[in-house]
């Protein structure tokens, strides 16, 4: 079995170890920390355990302390409130005896709805302009940073492809927007939450990048230290996450030490699925 199935699926299938508790492990123990899409996407896996008949609609989080990847990371989920339309989960994510992030989902019952509108998808190239086969005919490609060269290899669990390459070699993008095509690197079952779960745990692939894009710099500059503080997603149409999704990232604002980070996630035929946005630390080493 490709190791990017074994990942993907292992990462967001938990381990119920009691009423509303629930046990992730980490896919790569030598990490310096735990991913924070993994945390987002297990900590949403948990608190749909728990509602029936009901999909995420929305989700708010904090990351409170770096996860430890040599320890499993344990949710705890209350149910706060099943009503008629909605429901409301909050789930905790405890290591070490304290906790390390926090959790509100809400769910929605499916309806129809008076009103419809969205976003116009960017105008850019196609995914299949992306390949690592197209891009290696270009000369810049063996010039790439070996990190990046990373976002082609096939073991991963989520295949990446930026639009514009030029920034990882000091272009600035001067409206601060990027945009980068993204789907799971296999097919997934036919469950429309596992499909939301993906989409959250990628939501958190180099979002805090569209900071460093105005300057022609990238996270994977050494000289830059970066983490997420909060994290904030909204479900909008059925989507697959294993089919192509262009994520388009913008970021309105930078000051203190943090930035602000929001991204749109569309299917090729236009159709905007989910919207994002976060806020991180973002500095420079001193």
Not at 227 to 256: I, T, V
């Amino acid at each position: 079995m490709p190791k990017a199935v074994i990942d993907l699926l292992a990462i967001l299938d938990l381990e119920t170890v009691e009423v509303n508790l629930f046990r992730g492990n980490n896919p790569n123990p030598s990490s310096q920390r735990v991913f924070g899409g993994q945390v987002i996407g297990q900590a949403i896996a948990a608190t749909c355990r728990t509602v029936e008949g009901r999909l995420p609609h929305s989700l708010h989080c904090y990351f409170i302390q770096p996860g430890d990847p040599q320890a499993p990371i344990i949710y705890e989920v209350e149910r706060l409130r099943d009503g008629k339309s909605y429901s409301t989960r909050r789930a905790t994510a405890t290591q070490h005896g304290r906790a390390i992030f926090s959790i509100m989902v809400s769910f929605h019952a499916e309806e129809e709805g008076a009103f419809n509108h969205q976003d116009k998808m960017p105008e850019v190239q196609p995914p299949e302009k992306f390949t690592a086969e197209e891009l290696s005919r270009q000369p810049i490609f063996s010039e790439m940073p070996e990190i990046i060269r990373r976002y082609y290899e096939p073991d991963r669990p989520v295949e990446l492809r930026p639009v514009e390459i030029g920034r990882y070699f000091g272009e600035r993008i001067h409206d601060g927007r990027i945009h980068i095509w993204m789907k799971s690197a296999t097919k997934l079952p036919d469950d429309p939450a596992l499909h939301i779960c993906a989409l959250a745990y990628a939501s958190d692939l180099s979002l805090l990048d569209a900071v460093m894009a105005r300057y022609g710099r990238t996270l994977f500059d050494g000289r830059i230290l970066s983490g997420s503080l909060d994290h904030a997603m909204w479900f909008h149409r059925p989507f697959r996450a294993d089919e192509w999704l262009l994520y388009a990232k913008e970021s309105p604002s930078a000051q203190a030490g943090r930035g602000l980070t929001r991204g749109l996630i569309f299917k090729p035929d236009g159709t905007l699925v989910a919207s994002v946005a976060q806020e991180g630390s973002v500095r420079e080493r001193r």
